[in-house]
T-cell receptor, first 118, second 114 residues
Framework: AQKVTQAQTEISVVEKEDVTLDCVYETRDTTYYLFWYKQPPSGELVFLIRRNSFDEQNEISGRYSWNFQKSTSSFNFTITASQVVDSAVYFCALSEAGSPGGSEKLVFGKGTKLTVNP | EAQVTQNPRYLITVTGKKLTVTCSQNMNHEYMSWYRQDPGLGLRQIYYSMNVEVTDKGDVPEGYKVSRKEKRNFPLILESPSPNQTSLYFC?????????????FGPGTRLTVL
């Protein structure tokens, strides 16, 4: 069964620190997709990134980077030089091509609340 | 502007009083779904729809109904709300058929059932 685990419930850092949010997933499918979403205090869900199971190349976008390792079933998210505006809840999610709930269905982790203090 | 809209954004109601949360998208997406978000539980899928007149249960469908009479609309119906349905609800849409399709989320509806 598909499952996403975000073991860190809350993380608090001081501005300019680097922080890594962990995500571990379980799936029986060979074709799947991993996502990260940001939920700022205003409540909306903001799409950050999507990776497919055949592409383990790490990705960097500004201060954000993602490390995808199939060997450990992990898709970790690092924020470099964190800023107060990074304070949010971050969700990791998984979709599977062969999901009985439709390949579009997202299975979310429970989220990690990140607080960046000035 | 491509978007998913939900109404109302905030709702306080009482146990047993039927309510409907509307969801509409303007991107001609086939797939639409509803999620609820609860503290410590993340988001869980309630119902989904692959296209007009095609709906199915997600992981937590009890106490909810949906309909898909038009492609753009996917209302969530609570026939007899109870306090355990107090939650933050999100509607989402995407093109169907591929797991990589990005889901577009509405702004959320915060429901409180007293």
């Amino acid at each position: 069964a598909q499952k996403v685990t975000q073991a860190q419930t809350e993380i608090s850092v001081v501005e300019k620190e680097d922080v890594t949010l962990d995500c571990v997933y379980e799936t029986r499918d060979t074709t799947y997709y991993l996502f990260w979403y940001k939920q700022p205090p205003s409540g909306e869900l903001v799409f950050l990134i999507r990776r497919n199971s055949f592409d383990e190349q790490n990705e960097i976008s500004g201060r954000y980077s993602w490390n995808f390792q199939k060997s450990t079933s992990s898709f970790n998210f690092t924020i470099t030089a964190s800023q107060v505006v990074d304070s949010a809840v971050y969700f990791c999610a998984l979709s599977e091509a062969g999901s009985p709930g439709g390949s579009e269905k997202l299975v979310f982790g429970k989220g990690t609340k990140l607080t960046v203090n000035p | 502007e491509a978007q998913v809209t939900q109404n109302p954004r905030y709702l306080i109601t009482v146990t047993g009083k039927k309510l409907t949360v509307t969801c509409s998208q303007n991107m001609n997406h086939e797939y639409m779904s509803w999620y609820r978000q609860d503290p410590g539980l993340g988001l869980r899928q309630i119902y989904y729809s692959m296209n007009v007149e095609v709906t199915d249960k997600g992981d937590v469908p009890e106490g909810y109904k949906v309909s898909r009479k038009e492609k753009r609309n996917f209302p969530l119906i609570l026939e007899s709300p109870s306090p355990n349905q107090t939650s933050l609800y999100f509607c989402a849409s995407s093109f169907a058929g591929q797991a990589y399709n990005e889901q577009f989320f509405g702004p959320g509806t915060r429901l409180t059932v007293l």
